[in-house]
C-alpha cells in the first residue's frame, strides 16, 4: 500500500483529564428496526479494556473540564468542547428551561445536539448563527477569535417554522424540547435568521436534485428560519438502544487512547458492513504505520451512527456484524477500538468527508483514511456517481483546517479470484478477469438469495449477521 | 457615513515599475451595440495625467518585470502576474502557437484571456486546474505555495467539447484562437478534467435556478470537459471600440496611484449609471478618510466592462455617463481614476463581491466600498432578490485572503425630498415619506418616457446620456 504521508504530527503529551460523566440519562429511540437482530455484546470488554470508565453518581463532577490537549493531535480551538450541564446546576436550569419559549427537535436535532454537546464539532457551542452558518457555507471553515482556522464544512443548523418564531417573540433564550416531549436543553442569546433552503442545499450538495436523503428527510419540509445560539444541555443523550455503551465521547476516546499509550491512532470512517478489503487495508495501514517507526497505532473504527438512508444496514446489525469480524480475528481486538460517531449522515461527499475528518482530530485520531468516493452515492435521477470519486480525498488534502491530520487515501481492494482472497487491485493483471468486484448491490442479492459470496470476502460470523438481516427484511417485506 | 475600518494598511512604498507596454493589437468587437452613442472623450485627461504611458515600438521590452510590490498593499501571492509574451519572443511564440491542436475561445473566455494576462486574478498564471478549481469551489480561495491563502471565488475555466479534447490527444501545449479566428495564446502544461456543470452553478451561484445570465450565457452548452494550464498571450487584449484607453492594467493603475502620491485608493465596482447617492457616498468616504488622517484618498471609479446581462445599460453608454459626471463637478476629477474592470459579471452576489474585491487589491486599492447586495440580481424565477441583500458585505467581511482590504460598507441613499437631493437615508425619518427609493425599472421609465427624474437625482449630463440611450432603443424596437 502506497501511502501518501503529510508529516505534521502533533507529539504533546500532556495528560488528559479523567471523564466527568453525568449518569441520568434521557431516553430515545432512534430510528432502529423494530424486530432487532443485536443478540451479542462481544466489544464491551474491548471498549472499556478493564477500567470502569464511569462516575458514580455520588462523585463530584466538574463542568467544562479544563483544556483536553492530550495525546495525539489538539482539538479545534485548543480545548475540547464539553457543554453538559454539571450535575450541581441542573435542577436550577431544568427550572430555568421549563419557563422558556420552547423549541422541538426532531431525531437529526437531537442527533446534532449529541454531536455538539460533546465537542466533535470543537470549538461550535451551539447550533450556528448567521456568521458561522455563512463562513461554514462559503469557505467551509471558521475563524476562530484568534485568527486561525478550524474547519467547519456542513452547516450545523437548527430549523424554525414562523409560528415557532412568532412565539420565541423577544425572548434570548429557549428550551429545546426531544422527540418524546422531553427537554433537553437551553440555547442562550439566540439568533434568528432566514433559513434560504435552496441555497443552503445548492452549496452543501452541489446539487438541486431531488432525491437527496438529508434534504427529504429534514431540510425540504424544515421550517424558513433558523436558530442559531450557545448550547447547555441538561444531561447527555442517551438513546438506550442496547447500544450506549459504544457511544464514547471525543474525551472518552482521548483517554482510551492514552491509556493504550498509542503513539499513532488511524481512523476509518464507515457506515457499510467491514469486508475482508477494508480490513485488509486497515491491517496493512497498521504495518505501514510500524515501518514508519510508530511503535503501537491503533485503529479507531468508527461506524457512523446517527441518520442514514434507508437502503443502508441499520446500525445495530453493523454493530454486530463489526463485532462478528473482530472475533473471528479478522482485525485485533488489542489494537482495535470500536466506537460509534453519533453524527448523521449527508450524503454530500466531498463536503461532508471534511467533516467526517474533523470531528476525528476532535477525538483525538492523528490519521484518517480516505478511500473512493466518501459520503458519497449515486445520483437519485442519473446513472453516475453523484461526486467525482476522486474529488473526496483531493478536497480533503486541501482543506483548510485539516493540516495538521495526516490523510491516508487508500487503494481500491478487490476479491482476487487467484489467490480467493481480498487483495488491493493490481491495473496489470486487470485485463485477465482476475479481481472482481462484489459491488454493495451484489452483496445484498447474495445475502438475500442466500447464496454465499466467494470464500475470503468476508468473515464468515458477519456474513451471517448479513444475511440473517437481509432476509428478516424479505419476511417482513411478504 | 459610518465607516468600519479594518486597520492593516500595508506601507511600503517601493518604486514601481515602469509598464511594458506591447503594441500591435489583435482586434476583438465586444458586446457593443450597432449604434454608438459614444461622443465625447472627457476621460483621456484624468486617465492619463499629463504624462505618456507607452512605449513606442522601438523601445526594448522586458518580459515579466520584476515583482511590484508597489504603494499601498501587495498584490495577491505578492507579485503582480504579467503574461503577455515579450516583443522579441513573441515571432517564435506565434510559430509554435500555430503548430498546436487549437482551442476556441468565445468572447467571454477572451474576458477571462484579458483579466489573467494582466494579473487581476494574481497569483493565477492560466485557466484553473483540477486543485485550483476544487479549491475555489469549495473554498472560495486558493492555498500558495508558501502556505499563505489567497481569495478566489471564481471558478476562472475554460470550457472544452469532447471532439476538441479528442483533437488535443496527448498534447501538452495548445493554442487559443479567438472569436475572430486569431492566434491569442498558448496554454501550457494542460489538464482536462470533468466539467460537471451542475455541481459548479451550485456551488458558485447557490442554487440551479434556470435564467442566471452567465450560465445561459456561456456555461449551458459548453463543453463536458474543463482545460487548465499556464498561459502565455501572444499580444496584449485590446477591443478596439474607442474605450481601450480606459482599460488599464492592474500594473498601470499602481502606477497612476503612485504618481499621483496617493495614500488611500477606494475601489468603487459598479455596472451601473452613477447617481448622486453614489457620489454622496464617495465623496463621503474621501472626507471620512481625510479625517482618519489620510492626506490624499483617491477613488477608483471601476466600471465593469466585461458580459453582462441584456437589460444592464452597455458599456460605453455607462462611460459616456461617468465622464459626464465627473465634467459636471460631481465627482472631482483630481483625485479620481476611472477605469474599466475587464472582468465578466457572474450575477453571483456573496461570492462574486469576492472576487471584485480581491482583484482590486491587486490593482492596488486598500479600501474597498460594498453596498446592499453587491453583485445580485432578482430570482429568476420568485418575486425576491436571489440573494440575501445582507450577505455580500457579511461574506466579504469574513472571507479567507482579503483580511488585508479594508471593507467600508455603505449606508443607504435615497432621495429626500424635503431637502431636494440624494441623502444618506434615515430611518427616523422613513414614516414620513421624506425619502423617495429611485429604482433602476423607476429610473428607466423616466429615462424611457422623457420625465425628467426628481431635481438632484443625477447630474443633468449623465441624465441625457441614459434618455439618449434609452430612446435610441425605443426607436430599435419599434
Do not use: C
Amino acid at each position: 500500500m502506497s501511502l501518501t504521508i503529510k508529516l505534521h504530527v502533533t507529539t504533546s503529551h500532556s495528560h488528559s483529564h479523567r471523564l466527568n460523566h453525568l449518569t441520568k440519562f434521557t431516553s430515545y429511540s432512534p430510528n432502529i428496526r423494530s424486530k432487532s437482530i443485536y443478540h451479542s455484546d462481544p466489544l464491551v470488554s474491548i471498549v472499556y479494556n478493564t477500567k470502569p470508565r464511569m462516575h458514580s453518581p455520588s462523585q463530584p463532577v466538574v463542568h467544562q473540564a479544563p483544556a483536553i490537549k492530550s495525546s495525539l493531535i489538539e482539538p479545534d480551538g485548543g480545548e475540547l468542547v464539553n457543554l453538559v450541564v454539571p450535575e450541581s446546576e441542573r435542577a436550577s436550569r431544568v427550572s430555568e428551561a421549563q419557563a422558556l419559549p420552547k423549541v422541538s427537535l426532531n431525531k437529526i436535532d437531537l442527533e446534532w445536539v449529541h454531536v455538539i454537546s460533546e465537542g466533535w464539532a470543537s470549538p461550535l457551542k451551539g447550533f450556528m448563527r448567521e456568521d458561522e452558518y455563512l463562513q461554514s457555507l462559503h469557505f467551509n471553515s471558521l475563524r476562530t477569535k484568534d485568527g486561525s482556522v478550524v474547519n467547519m464544512s456542513l452547516p450545523i443548523v437548527l430549523a424554525i417554522d414562523d409560528e415557532t418564531k412568532e412565539r420565541i417573540g423577544s425572548s434570548t433564550n429557549v428550551g429545546l424540547v426531544g422527540p418524546n416531549r422531553d427537554l433537553i436543553a437551553i440555547l442562550r442569546s439566540i439568533e434568528i435568521y432566514k433559513h434560504n433552503k435552496e441555497e443552503r442545499i445548492a452549496r452543501t450538495w452541489g446539487t438541486t436534485v431531488s432525491g437527496l436523503p438529508y434534504v427529504e428527510e429534514t431540510i425540504t419540509n424544515a421550517g424558513n428560519w433558523l436558530i442559531g445560539g450557545d448550547l447547555e444541555v441538561l444531561e447527555p443523550i442517551k438513546y438506550n438502544d442496547g447500544l450506549d455503551h459504544y457511544r464514547l465521547s471525543p474525551q472518552q476516546l482521548r483517554e482510551e487512547f492514552d491509556s493504550r499509550k498509542a503513539d499513532a491512532v488511524f481512523a476509518f470512517q464507515l457506515r457499510n458492513p467491514v469486508h475482508n478489503g477494508h480490513a485488509l487495508l486497515m491491517n496493512d495501514t497498521r504495518r505501514s504505520l510500524i515501518e514508519m517507526g510508530y511503535k503501537n497505532p491503533i485503529l479507531l473504527l468508527h461506524p457512523l451512527g446517527g441518520f442514514t438512508k434507508v437502503d443502508d444496514v441499520p446500525l445495530d446489525v453493523r454493530m454486530e456484524q463489526h463485532s462478528k469480524v473482530l472475533e473471528d480475528g479478522i482485525l485485533d481486538p488489542k489494537t482495535t477500538i470500536v466506537a460509534i460517531f453519533p453524527s448523521p449522515m449527508h450524503y454530500a461527499g466531498p463536503t461532508e468527508v471534511q467533516w467526517h475528518a474533523k470531528a476525528r482530530i476532535n477525538a483525538g485520531a492523528n490519521f484518517y483514511i480516505v478511500g473512493r468516493d466518501p459520503a458519497g452515492m449515486g445520483h437519485p435521477t442519473e446513472n453516475r456517481d453523484l461526486y467525482d470519486p476522486d474529488h473526496g480525498k483531493k478536497v480533503l488534502s486541501m482543506a483548510p483546517g485539516l493540516e495538521k491530520l495526516n490523510i491516508l487515501p487508500f487503494r481500491v481492494a478487490a476479491y482476487d479470484t487467484v489467490h480467493k482472497k481480498m487483495a488491493f487491485f493490481d491495473p496489470s493483471r486487470a485485463n485477465k478477469n482476475e479481481f472482481l468486484f462484489i459491488s454493495g448491490t451484489k452483496m445484498r442479492n447474495y445475502a438475500k438469495t442466500g447464496e454465499n459470496p466467494p470464500e475470503g470476502f468476508m468473515s464468515s460470523g458477519g456474513w451471517k449477521v448479513l444475511v440473517n438481516y437481509y432476509q428478516s427484511l424479505q419476511t417482513e417485506e411478504y
